[in-house]
């Protein structure tokens, strides 16, 4: 059913509270469940209460953090990067689908920036990271009322 999200106000397919009345799209729903306290538990990893973002085969609860950890970890889930032709975890997919690994994702991200002319990482628009901050703040001063 289509309706009007109570929390973000756009129109979207939304679940109504039966007790409450507030219709709650499936993004503010993720969002809530993810702040609620009495969903969280205690993480076999780290051992701290926090968000479950996965279970073992055991059903014991694993925190993002060590969710994220684990996946990184895991070989099975690494694959012969496309550049260097290691076999590490996947940072990034080519057009054709081939994994690239973070090395190379940075490396390939590295060029002579417009503002500075350095050889840096390129953040955006032509620009370093250090001239990609500086030209954002000063258009936000630009575009503010006098
Ligand atoms: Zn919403
Ligand atoms: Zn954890
Ligand atoms: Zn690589
Ligand atoms: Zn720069």
Redesign the pocket.
Known sequence: MENSCDVCEQRKVVRRNQKTGTAICQNCYGIARYKDTSLHEK??????V?HVAGRDEGGLA??????Q?ARYKDTSLHEKCLKCDEVKPVARRSETGRAICNTCQQRSRIGSCKECLQTKVIQALGLCYACYQRKRRADTIQSSPA
């Open positions: 993480c076999f990893e780290c051992g701290e926090k694993i925190c993002p953090n060590c969710y950890r």
